[in-house]
């Protein structure tokens, strides 16, 4: 029963992130900012999926990859419904940092990005609000780009 529940879920999340993605604007005119909550997160509300000069650290702080990341394989690995297998993937982000803007426990749900040369899941998450709203951090929760704002209708 609790599997089928899970599984209703994030399909119910992926159709909302995929609704947002089609509705949301995409031409660098259409970009806002905001402000997102935090002093280390990033104001800056892009609409692409490449994610620039990323250094992703591995627990003992050395750079364990550098270069650009593309969220769209773990965007569609989502809207698949397929897990990525770490506990964590697809659980519900607290938002306990209060970087993001504040919502109501289980708005925010986290997934996981793997990162070339680490073993364990690293530090890479895509986190998406139920109302499509899609945020990115490289550094376990320390900084976020906002990538896709969610409607505000």
């Known amino acids: 029963m609790q599997k089928h ?20 604007p995409t031409s660098p005119d259409d970009s806002s900012r905001f ?8 104001s800056s509300v892009t609409f692409d999926t490449i994610i620039d000069d ?11 990859w550098q270069g650009s990341v593309d969220l769209q394989p773990t965007l569609d690995r989502i809207a698949r419904g397929q897990a990525d297998g770490h506990r ?27 990162t070339p040369g680490i073993r364990h899941a690293g ?8 109302n499509g ?14 990538v896709r704002a969610a409607d505000s209708r």
């Open 5 to 24: 529940q899970l599984i209703r879920t994030l399909l119910i999340l992926c159709a909302l992130v995929v609704g947002a993605y089609v509705l949301l």
């Open 35 to 42: 402000d997102t909550g935090g002093p280390n997160a990033s």
């Open 54 to 64: 990323v250094a992703v650290r591995d627990l003992d702080g050395r750079v364990a």
């Open 88 to 114: 964590g993937d697809g659980g519900v982000f607290e938002n306990r940092e209060g970087l993001l803007p504040s919502r109501p426990s289980g708005y925010y749900r986290k997934y996981v990005i793997r």
């Open 123 to 130: 530090p890479q998450r895509l986190i998406i609000g139920r």
């Open 133 to 146: 709203d899609v945020w990115y951090t490289h550094d376990h929760y320390r900084n976020f780009v906002a």
